[in-house]
């Protein structure tokens, strides 16, 4: 009989007790008759030397895979027992008749299969022996010999034996050894890699699911169960189910298993272990491999499992009371549950009743009824009810059903995870419905294309109503303004006239008491006098402006608007000279310059005045010398004002060809490239353009950003003179000449551009300006009037004062900016913290009303930004911009003629300057009043108010504000820390306590490689510690969504009662699953 480990090859004696290792002396070989001989162990070769003897047992040792304790036991033995034990072994290995080899197992289980008689009982005892020692040995031999039974085709052999079984055998423990076999070889990872790759291997083993032998079904279901934790398995054992459907000849793959969870007669009446077998099988199947994180996937299985009526069974086998069995009916039902809350959630609902026909129906409406796919959901309707209610119908609605799931499980990628009944792939198809979609959805979103321009359109027409209504109502707030302040001026003049003539009253009366003689030295008439000549004679103030005319001012000096001042009108006296740069820039003396043959380009030049050439080098210099000298022809040629095309001359020949009109242009070619660029964009012709300028834009043709473009591009003095000379040839200018030449012909076209875009962009300035200045007034008066920042300076100086005891402290005051010096101070036990987070913790429990700071000063976040000097600029420009508006407006009006046919300058402009002004006046109000607050705020802190700005005075206040929120979020954070410090110290200590627990209770379990990794996941499987942790977690977010009374009555422990890691744990470390279910390693196919 073959041996065992520790019973063969001399191995026995190595594991014995006592201090001292047991002598080796015998072996045990075949007595060549079936029984078993015990001969003297000899060494037939001299021992080598140490080191080398080391190195082949180290050799042996690692072969036999054993523990580490074994391992140690192995290498202290001594050096003539270790070459004994190598010695052996390897005359084990080189007799090719040992039992050490597989090759002995396979012959014997080939002559098996050859006999066709049907075996006696002494038979099939002796060949399970047979077949048991094949599983021992598989179990216990070397790596090499696991290795050479794979080379031999071992596994083939295996499955061949189970196809080619008599019913006897499949009966007998012959079929429970083979099974076991596979079991033992799928506990190595090469022979477990083996069986997953064999195309077969799967679905033979699970055709043994049709015995009667209780032990050889538990055996299958095992394999099966632990095959569905591997990657890639669990697909495999889905085929097999579906293999075994048709080796059976049954309706349903799983009809099988709920038919022996529901047998309760002979020799099934209290066979607990299958009913568990069969429901650890059920688990796995439906929670792990594609199932794991597919909701769908998980209902799909289920459902095959209860519409074979398996939620009766699971009532009924609660009543047999068995803890193992109860962990495994309790998981069913939690993942049940689970699942189907999820399914809930996804409709907004608290429970979807999938057995109601009608429940499920008004769900799906609900999902659909408002979507695209709910006139497909009509019609798909319409058709079921024109499917066949007769002969094959129930095929259609089959057909319905497998076409659905396929559709509701299949991948992106195609890849089914489940048997798939049709080979399509959906995706394609859809692609192709998609098409048909998109072609309507093109057309669709030309629609919408047009529909946005319309709406652009409207947009724009509504904008320009907007600022129409804009400003009417800014026109009907000035004219409120200026009637108020008329009725305030009527009043002033009414008082003052009666104060007027009270004094004329006196002053006649003096006069008349004069002129007659009656004045005397009395008090009374000296009183009157006195009244008079202090009072004085007040005149009668000027009557007030009519509404909208303001009194012109002082003319501007030159240049102030950016351009000469404007000729006077002809025949006006006493008009003043031109400007300056007019002046300067004629000629002081008549210069011989010859007449070009034809206009030339510019030369872009900046001419020196007269005045500015005596005592200078240009005072000797007579260009008049150089002229005579040059070759004028030629110079003309080159530096025409016509454009011509290198196309027009080709090696000196002209061409006969058409030739393109010549274009004049006068200015410079950068800048006349950009000018043309410019135009580009703006999509307007020179007369749309003069159009809008003359009517100051009431079209909105030109935007903002463009009139600033356009304002570089102004006909400059030497431009126009140009233009004039070559006045003749206007049709014959290229783009940006004629541009230029036509923007030329308006009148103070400059002046009209640049009050064009002030007015544009006078709203945004005064945007941009009006919340500065609102926020300086918001924050002065909020710090001004702060309870709870007084409490705090209060605070602070307390803490002060403490802390500087001494020459430092006594203080009455500080300044504002050492409240960003708090947070400088750290404590002296805590590093992190400072003293602000000390005043914030204490502000939280002394004086809460405090803690709240910042809600009581919001603004001056926004005050510290604003810097008041260039505030104060801003609003001048905005002023000098109105003062050139006014100028520009009474230079217009003094023009002689008619305005030009389209021209609203002053109509325009005058109404946006009445409005203007006013919101003007009232910015330049607050403006002042915002500064009076802030002086008093900084005076009321005892800061300089010369020296304080809101960007410093506000800063200050707004760094500590900031500094004052983060503190507070750093004690948030340092409490939470203390928190999870607090549970990582609880749950270290349960763990080094686990492991004090685990190291005692693994004193009494068996060692050594017997106990394989995969007899440990089929354990865990078995006893449902592989579901622990699954268990844990739905259980837990069970009770934080459900009442506790809705929970399942049987809950689940997840230790094995002695505090030490479950049996699920310690096998999915050692086959390389992770907690959760996860597979480790996705390469190799290993567990």
Not at 294 to 301: A, C, D, P, S, V
């Amino acid at each position: 009989m073959p041996r065992k480990r520790g019973g063969g090859g001399g191995l026995c004696g190595c594991f014995g007790g006592g201090d001292e290792p047991p002598s080796i002396t015998f072996g045990i070989v075949d007595g060549g008759d079936g029984g078993m001989l015990l001969h003297p162990m000899e060494v037939a070769e001299p021992m080598p030397p140490l080191d080398e003897l080391n190195i082949k047992f180290a050799e042996l040792v690692d072969e036999l895979d054993l523990t580490a304790e074994h391992r140690e036991r192995m290498f202290d033995l001594p050096p003539e027992k270790k070459w004994q034990i190598y010695c052996s072994k390897k005359r084990e290995q080189e007799d090719p008749n040992s039992l050490a080899w597989p090759v002995y197992y396979l012959d014997k289980m080939k002559v098996v299969m050859e006999d066709i008689i049907t075996p006696t009982e002494e038979e099939i005892e002796n060949r399970t022996k047979l077949v048991d020692s094949l599983k021992t040995a598989l179990r216990t031999q070397p790596m090499r010999f696991v290795i050479r039974f794979l080379d031999l085709d071992g596994l083939s052999v295996l499955l061949d034996f189970l196809e080619r079984m008599d019913y006897e055998t499949m009966e007998s423990p012959i079929h429970t050894a083979c099974i076991g076999c596979i079991k033992a070889l799928m506990n190595n990872s090469l022979g477990r890699a083996n069986v997953l790759a064999h195309p077969t291997a799967i679905n033979t083993i699970a055709q043994s699911l049709s015995t009667e032998n209780v032990k050889t079904k538990i055996a299958v279901l095992e394999i099966l169960g632990g095959v569905c934790l591997v990657p890639g398995g669990h697909k495999k054992v889905l085929d097999s189910m579906c293999h075994y459907q048709n080796y059976s000849s049954e309706r349903t793959r799983f009809q099988r298993l709920v038919h022996d969870l529901d047998r309760s007669t002979g020799r099934y009446r209290e066979e607990v272990n299958l009913k568990t077998a069969v429901m650890s099988f059920i688990n796995a199947v439906i929670k792990y491999g594609a199932g794991e994180d597919n909701l769908e996937f998980r209902i799909h299985l289920r459902y095959e499992f209860l519409m074979l009526g398996i939620q009766p069974v699971i009532d009924k086998m609660r009543s047999l009371e068995n803890a193992t069995l109860d962990r495994h009916l309790d998981f069913f039902q939690l993942v049940r549950n689970e699942d189907e809350r999820e399914l809930a959630k996804r409709f907004d609902m608290v429970h979807v009743d999938v057995r109601s026909a009608n429940s499920m129906f008004d769900v799906i409406k609900k999902k659909i009824a408002h979507t695209q796919a709910y006139p497909n959901f009509l019609s798909l309707l319409q058709h079921f009810l024109l499917l066949p209610n007769k002969g094959s119908s129930i095929y259609h609605w089959s057909l319905v059903d497998r076409l659905v799931q396929q559709i509701v499980l299949q991948y992106e990628d195609g890849m089914d995870p489940d048997v798939s009944p049709f080979d399509i792939n959906f995706k394609d198809v859809i692609e192709k419905v998609i098409n048909q979609d998109i072609i309507r959805q093109r057309k669709a979103e030309e629609k919408e294309k047009e529909c946005e321009e319309l709406k652009k359109e409207l947009e724009r027409k509504e904008r320009e109503l907007d600022n129409k209504n804009q400003e009417k109502e800014d026109a009907m707030s000035a004219l409120n303004a200026v009637q108020e302040k008329y009725e305030r001026q009527a009043i002033e003049l009414q008082e003052a006239k009666r104060i007027s003539d009270h004094f004329q009253a006196q002053l006649a009366e003096v006069k008349a008491m004069l002129s007659s003689g009656k004045f005397t030295n009395s008090s009374t008439d000296d009183e009157k006098v006195m009244n008079v000549m202090k009072g004085g004679i007040v005149p009668p103030p000027p009557a007030p402006l009519p509404p909208g005319n303001v009194a012109p001012p002082p003319p501007p000096p030159p240049g102030v608007f950016g351009g000469p001042p404007p000729p006077p009108p002809p025949g006006v006296p006493g008009a003043p000279p031109p400007p300056g740069g007019m002046l300067l820039g004629m000629p002081g003396k008549k210069r011989n310059i010859p007449k070009p043959s034809n206009p030339l380009k510019s030369f872009n030049w900046s001419k020196l005045p007269e005045t500015q050439v005596k005592d200078t080098i240009w005072h000797d210099i007579d260009d008049a010398k150089v002229l005579k000298i040059m070759d004028l022809t030629d110079f003309d040629k080159e530096f025409s004002a016509y454009q011509r095309s290198q196309a027009d001359e080709e090696d000196g020949y002209v061409s006969f060809k058409s030739k393109k009109p010549k274009e004049l242009s006068v200015i410079d070619g950068r800048r006349a490239q950009n000018c043309v660029i410019l135009l580009s964009k703006l999509k307007l012709t020179n007369k749309e353009i003069s159009a809008a300028v003359l009517n100051m834009d009431q079209g909105e043709d030109l935007p903002r950003d463009m009139l600033e473009q356009l304002l570089k591009y102004v006909p400059t003095t030497e431009e126009t003179s140009l233009f004039k000379e070559h006045d003749s040839a206007i049709d014959s200018m290229a783009r940006a000449d004629r541009f230029l030449y036509d923007m030329s012909k308006i009148s103070h076209y400059e002046q009209r551009l640049k009050c064009l875009y002030f007015k544009k962009k006078f709203q945004e300035r005064m945007n941009d300006c009006k919340p500065k200045v609102e926020a300086v007034l918001k924050a002065s008066k909020e710090v001004y009037s702060s309870k709870k920042l007084r409490r705090l300076l209060e605070i602070v100086l307390a803490f002060g004062n403490y802390m500087n005891r001494g020459a430092r402290g006594n203080a009455s005051g500080f300044k504002v900016s050492s409240l960003n010096k708090i947070m400088d101070t750290k404590s002296s036990v805590h590093r992190q913290l400072t003293l602000l987070h000390y005043l914030l913790e204490m502000l939280e429990k002394k004086f809460p009303e405090v803690y709240s700071l910042e809600d009581e000063i919001p603004s001056v976040h926004e005050a510290a930004r604003v810097n008041l000097q260039e505030l104060e600029k801003d609003i001048g420009q905005i002023k000098l911009g109105l003062k050139d508006i006014e100028k520009e407006l009474e230079f217009q009006k003094n023009q002689a003629g008619p305005p030009k046919k389209g021209d609203k300058f002053i109509q325009v402009m005058s109404d946006f300057k009445t409005i203007a002004s006013v919101s003007f006046s009232r910015l330049t109000d607050q403006l002042a009043q915002a500064k009076e607050k802030f002086v008093k705020s900084v005076k009321l802190f005892g800061e300089d108010t010369q020296k304080s700005t809101p960007e410093e005075f506000f800063g200050t206040f707004n760094e500590f504000l900031q500094s004052f929120s983060e503190a507070k979020v750093d004690i948030e954070n340092f409490r939470k820390q203390r928190e999870m410090e607090e549970k990582r110290a609880k749950i270290e200590a349960e763990r080094l306590a686990n492991q004090k627990k685990k190291k005692k209770g693994k004193g009494g379990q068996p060692g050594g490689p017997n106990n394989g990794e995969f007899d440990d996941l089929i354990s865990a499987l078995r006893t449902g510690d592989v579901f622990n942790d699954d268990m844990t977690k739905m259980q837990k977010k069970r009770k934080k969504s459900v009442p506790q009374k809705n929970l399942v009555q049987r809950q689940t422990n997840g230790s094995n009662g002695n505090g030490r890691k479950s049996t699920a744990e310690m096998s999915r470390e050692r086959v390389g699953l992770k907690p959760g279910g996860a597979v480790r390693d996705t390469r190799t196919g290993a567990f």
